[in-house]
């Protein structure tokens, strides 16, 4: 036996080694804890749940299934055409639902008190993306980063990069990067209606290429081009515009080519409160598409949620029976047409860095929840007045799915005057993920496309 405990005490210690060993292994690493997107907010982070009253409802999934009628390469239908008035703003009302109207929506109600009103309707939540849209939002929440004080953005692709956020700038972000495909291709109609309501329209051709939310990695956001359509003189009159990620590595560039000239220029000063040629100065250039602008000249200030009346589900604006002159008035839209629903909105109040210069100083921006597309927005002057007013009255498009205007109004205050882009009633809908090339939109691509004509 004596013989066998020498053994026995080696099998012991080899096992109380072997046991200690375990015992100081570090533990496997914790899962991420769950993420607010996957339950009180939705992937995009907005509130999921309805509010106290249920004026807005849970977001269920939004409007993913396209309506029976819906006949591919024709205009979404109106899934809500049976939908009547909730009740309606008029301008002797302005005080009992000031806290839910913009500065904008104010000032037309007082500048047009006998015909301009605001039509509410029970609120519909159809904003919706592709999951993976979702997917990769989520993982930003968890990864994105603000650089170089806000100018740009870090180690985000696809989705929303910052779906909670905690400034304005990422607020912006937000809108900026919003998903739109990876391509799309869309007509852009433009119309400044006169005195009379008389308004030609003068047509555009937009193609967009995303390298962000195709996963690229391009120091580059968005690359946009908008070719001249008609009338004649402007056919083939291409301005072509880089939208950079990182401006320090790779900055905003521009270029312009006439219309019939076989000449590329450069068109660096297509920015910020550069007036717009084709909206016959209403808009500035970082106005398009609400706001499209480098951030190196605001303070962007997270103002916090509100519940306001917002542009919505306005697929009376998208049929193709649409007859302009029954929408466009002479002073503002006819209200007939237009659709407002009550909806939580993040309030981004955005001032000019001190020693710059904008025509427009102070503005206020209202980003829709659940999109993060901004609905409208108020431009005011050196002198505090509100000038501009801007909407972009929005649908979702259920067979992509995807959100996005599918008309805007820019209004000049003082000047009694409006614009209205977006018209493409007669044109074909939105082509989503269209194959593009990077090198589609180069100045020398462009110049190649010219001098081959």
């Given amino acids: 036996m004596r013989r066998f405990r020498p053994l026995l005490a080696g099998l012991l210690l080899g096992a109380a080694l072997v046991t200690g060993a375990n015992a100081a292994e570090p ?53 809500f055409v ?52 979702y997917d990769e939002t989520i993982a930003n929440s968890r990864r994105a980063t603000l650089i170089e004080n806000g100018l740009g953005v870090r180690d985000a692709r696809v989705g929303v990069p910052f779906p909670i956020p905690k400034t304005g700038a990422q607020a912006m972000w937000n809108h900026v990067l919003r998903w739109r495909g990876d391509t799309l291709t869309r007509f852009d109609g433009i ?17 967009t290429l995303s390298p962000y939310t195709a996963g690229m990695g391009d120091a580059i956001g968005r690359y946009y081009r908008r070719v001249g359509v008609k009338p004649r003189e402007l056919a083939g009159g291409t301005l072509l515009l880089h939208l950079s990620l990182d401006p320090l590595r ?33 808009r500035t250039a970082d106005m398009r598409d609400m706001f499209s602008g480098m951030m190196d000249r ?46 939580r909105v993040w309030v981004v109040e955005a001032t000019l860095k001190p020693g710059l210069r904008h025509g427009l100083p102070r503005r206020v921006y209202y980003i829709d929840e659940d999109s993060w597309q901004i609905a409208m927005a108020d431009h005011y002057n050196d002198a505090g007045e509100l000038v501009r007013y801007a909407e972009a009255h929005g649908i979702q498009l259920s067979h992509v799915p995807a959100f996005l205007p599918t008309m805007e109004f820019t209004f000049d205050i003082p000047g ?34 010219v001098s081959k004509r």
Avoid: C
Avoid at 191 to 207: F, I, L, Q, S
Avoid at 312 to 320: E, I, S
């Fill in 298 to 343: 605001f303070d962007f200030n997270l103002a916090g949620r509100r519940e306001m009346y917002v542009p919505y589900n306005a697929y009376r604006l998208n049929g193709a029976s649409l007859v302009l002159p029954d929408l466009l008035w002479a002073s503002h839209p006819n209200p007939a047409f237009l659709r407002y629903e009550l909806h």
């Fill in 82 to 133: 049976d939908d009547t008035r909730w009740f309606t703003v008029q301008a002797q009302e302005l005080d009992r639902f000031a806290i839910r109207l913009t500065g904008g929506l104010k000032a037309l109600l007082r500048k047009y008190p006998s015909s301009f009103e605001i039509p509410v309707y029970l609120t519909r939540r159809t904003a919706a993306l592709p999951q993976r849209v």
């Fill in 250 to 282: 790779r900055p905003f560039a521009g270029w312009y080519r006439p219309p019939g000239e076989p000449r590329v220029l450069r068109a660096p000063d297509y920015a910020y409160d550069t007036l717009d040629p084709a909206t016959d100065g209403i």
């Fill in 416 to 449: 009694g005057r409006y614009m209205a882009n977006g018209i493409d009633n007669t044109e074909k809908p939105p082509l989503f993920d269209r194959p593009m090339k990077v090198e589609e939109f180069s100045a020398e691509y462009l110049l190649e496309r």
């Fill in 191 to 207: 119309a400044v209606p006169d005195a009379h309501g008389n308004a030609a329209v003068t047509m555009y051709r937009e193609e």
């Fill in 27 to 79: 533990p496997p690493p914790a899962s991420p804890p769950p993420s607010p997107l996957e339950g009180e907010l939705t992937p995009l982070g907005a509130i999921r749940a309805a509010n106290g009253p249920r004026t807005i409802p849970a977001w269920t999934g939004g409007l993913t299934v396209p309506p029976k009628d819906y006949v591919p390469g024709q205009p979404h239908p109106d899934p």
